[in-house]
């Protein structure tokens, strides 16, 4: 059988292969674990010195506060606020806290006490945190003084706060980056892998001559493109159930939906994705080119499918252009069904789009196809 | 006829690769494609495979039209094209199933014919080497024996002996005449006229243009009676005062011997021994020859050029 033979030729040289074969399976695994330590938005144990004036017990119940949120860890307990400046500037220390000589008393009085705070604003994420996590902190706190004044003055239980904002995160409650991330990184790893394995794999046959023979013998062009495709969609699907696999065990992620959807729309987006790769092949002409296109083409799959950065604060232009990308659909599919389990009737409108652009992408590639030289 | 190819054209921009070529080759026929490089001897094999679509013109394998019925004139076809173009990661039984398997040959013949003909080419004991590591000549012979594992009836070689030596190339040229007597028809490309030779007839490719086919006994007849051999020292100056003589229109080294193409062998045959002995040039012979191959591509192609301008 024609087909058959092709793809056993093409596993014989993938296995023969050494660094293609790594960079299919240990490429993936090592991906995840970059974006899933590095990319991580989750700032924690920012840095804090401390210049604590009153130390008192008042003091030291404020700075537990700090302490107990895990977002800060106080290194540093100084003497004056120019440590503070010098621990800051010299990057010891990314947050300071002076705390004045009368805080006790002021508290105690019954008045607002002044706390100042400082942050490093020179990485603006763990700025942004670090800024709402210090008033969030500082809040509770006085909160808590308050109803102890209160309570102190014998109006407890009357004063329970006029209106209480509760705020409450779904689907990724502790707001993990890597949940977020190791979904998307499928879509990323899939489209990445089929793009350069197939288009290289393809223009190989034409850069080392081997094309030449394959031309003269009877495989069909339709043949010659599922004998190339196949081996690279089992590839494929055995990478997508490493990361799955990966991100479970080593991130945690837990898997909310149905995974046979997963593998099933994960299949429809290779499509697209292999057709891109024939694409490629079909206009380069030696293996360095075809990977270059790939990579080329990666760039706006990356950016513009909202992967990294959440597609509605793009300008208006931009989204546009979003959607012409396949990603961004998947990216969607893939973070419903992981992080919230939605089924396939809340995808709907993903599938679709999916499914016009594989059926485009690969129409397009397979009439450009030829088994010919010229 | 096996091969029939009717004045096929292609052109790569401005470059005219093939001009009109036709041919036609017979079971039990080796015909030689000579000219030199960039004549567009690998572009006509490529149109005859199909490999090319030809701008004009049409090619049939065993009566199967390559454009129409590509699948039928392959299944008749071997080529060994003038590239190594088999697989480097594969080992030699390996690519030689593959390209038995994707062309139908059942495994049980498989099995037997790839046994059969790695013994025909002296491959035997290679079966696991890589082809990748094989030498020039070894990766010929394989390359030979992925060609026929199909059993073709036609069978394309593109250069087979380049790069190989001797001794394999006189392997080669007896395979070929195996191949002949079973009824096979054969096109070789080739730059070497001890080749073309051997060949049924031969056609004289030039810029993409056939300037003549024939028997090599047919085409070394135009020049019978045209051709002096001169054996004289010192050669330089020889070969000098011999183009000097009016009659004489070409002088080519062979070794240490001149051929000289003359108009008429008469004039050069009475006046050359005086010319040269005054000059101080010792003459050892100077007789008419039989005419070789080269002689008469030499002159074919001078005339060409002469037509062009
Ligand atoms: N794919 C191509 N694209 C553009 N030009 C080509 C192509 N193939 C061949 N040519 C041109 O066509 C002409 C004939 O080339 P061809 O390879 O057929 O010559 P050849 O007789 O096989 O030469 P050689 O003995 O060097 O192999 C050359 O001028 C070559 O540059
Ligand atoms: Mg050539």
Redesign the pocket.
């Known amino acids: 059988m024609r087909l058959l033979a092709l793809i056993r030729k093409e596993f014989i040289q993938i296995i023969r292969d050494p660094r293609t074969l790594a960079l299919t399976f240990a490429m993936p695994v090592i991906q995840l674990f970059l974006l899933g330590y590095a990319a991580t938005n989750d700032v924690r144990n920012i840095a804090l010195a401390v210049f604590d004036q009153d130390r008192s017990p008042a003091s030291r119940e404020l700075l537990d506060a700090y302490r107990a949120a895990d977002y800060f860890r106080i290194d540093f307990d100084v003497d004056s606020e120019i440590e503070i400046r010098q621990l800051i500037d010299s990057g010891a220390a990314r947050a300071g806290m002076v705390i004045p000589p009368d805080y006790s008393e002021q508290i105690a009085a019954g008045h607002t006490a002044r706390v100042a705070f400082v942050i490093d604003g020179s990485d603006p994420t763990l700025a942004g945190t670090a800024l709402s996590a210090a008033t969030l902190i500082g809040q509770a706190q006085s909160t808590d003084i308050a109803v102890e004044r209160l309570s102190r003055q014998g109006q407890l239980a009357a004063m329970d706060p006029a209106i209480e904002v509760r705020t409450q995160v779904w689907y990724n409650p502790d707001l993990v980056s890597a949940y977020y991330m190791i979904p998307a990184l499928i879509g990323m790893i899939l489209q990445f892998l089929t793009t350069i394995l197939t288009s290289t794999a393809i223009v190989r046959e034409r850069e080392r001559g081997t094309i030449e023979q394959l031309i003269i013998t009877p495989i069909r062009s339709w043949e010659l493109m599922i004998g190339k495709l196949a081996p690279y969609v089992i590839v494929a699907f055995i990478d997508t159930i490493e990361i799955l696999i990966a991100g479970i065990l080593i991130f945690g992620v837990p898997i909310n939906g149905s995974l046979p959807l997963l593998l099933l729309l994960s299949g429809l987006f290779l499509v697209s994705t292999l057709g891109i790769g024939l694409l490629i092949s079909t206009i380069s002409n030696t293996q360095q080119e075809a990977m270059l296109t790939s990579i080329f083409t990666m760039l706006p799959s990356i950016f513009l499918s909202g992967f990294f950065f959440p597609l509605a604060a793009m300008p208006q232009f931009l989204q546009w252009i979003s959607y012409a990308i396949p990603l961004r659909y998947f990216l969607i599919v893939v973070r419903g069904i992981v992080l919230k389990g939605v089924g396939a009737s809340a995808l709907l409108p993903e599938i679709i789009a999916l499914s016009v652009f594989a059926f485009i992408v690969m129409g397009v590639a397979a009439k450009r196809f030829h088994k010919r030289?010229? | 006829m096996l091969i029939e190819a009717n004045n096929l054209h292609k052109s790569?921009?401005d470059?005219r690769?093939v001009d009109g070529v036709s041919l036609h080759v017979a079971a039990c026929e080796a015909y030689g494609l000579v000219?030199?490089?960039?004549?567009?001897?690998?572009?006509?094999m490529r149109l005859l495979v199909g490999a090319f679509a030809c701008d004009e013109g049409e090619v049939r394998i065993a009566g199967h039209d390559i454009r129409t019925r590509p699948e039928d004139a392959r299944s008749n076809l071997g080529y060994l094209p003038?590239r190594f173009s088999l697989y480097s990661d594969l080992t030699v039984q390996e690519n030689l199933n593959f390209f038995g398997e994707v062309r139908g040959v059942t495994s049980a013949e498989l099995a037997q014919r790839g046994a059969e003909l790695l013994g025909f080419v002296g491959l035997k004991g290679f079966e696991q080497r890589l082809s990748g590591q094989l030498s020039g000549g070894m990766k010929q012979k394989l390359g030979l024996a992925c060609a026929l594992i199909h059993q073709p009836r036609v069978l394309l070689l593109d250069?087979p002996t380049g790069g190989v030596d001797p001794v394999t190339r006189q392997d080669f040229w007896q395979l070929i005449i195996r191949l002949l007597a079973d009824g096979v028809a054969v096109i070789v490309?080739t730059?070497y006229m001890d080749e073309a030779v051997r060949c049924n007839r031969v056609g004289f490719?030039s810029q993409?243009r056939l300037l003549t086919q024939g028997s090599p006994r047919e085409l070394t007849a135009r020049l019978e009676g045209r051709v002096l051999e001169l054996v004289a020292e010192p050669r330089v100056r020889a070969r000098q005062l011999s183009l000097d003589d009016p009659d004489v229109e070409d002088a080519q080294t062979f070794g240490n011997r001149l051929h000289l193409r003359v108009r008429a062998a008469a004039g050069p045959l009475e006046r050359l021994p005086g010319t040269l002995a005054a000059a101080g040039v010792q003459v050892t012979r100077l007789k008419p020859i039989a005419p070789n191959l080269e002689d008469v591509f030499i002159a074919l192609l001078e005339e060409a050029e002469a037509a062009h301008v």
């Open positions: 030289l010229d | 790569f921009g470059v690769a000219g030199p490089d960039g004549a567009g001897k690998t572009t006509t003038q250069e490309c730059p490719l993409g």
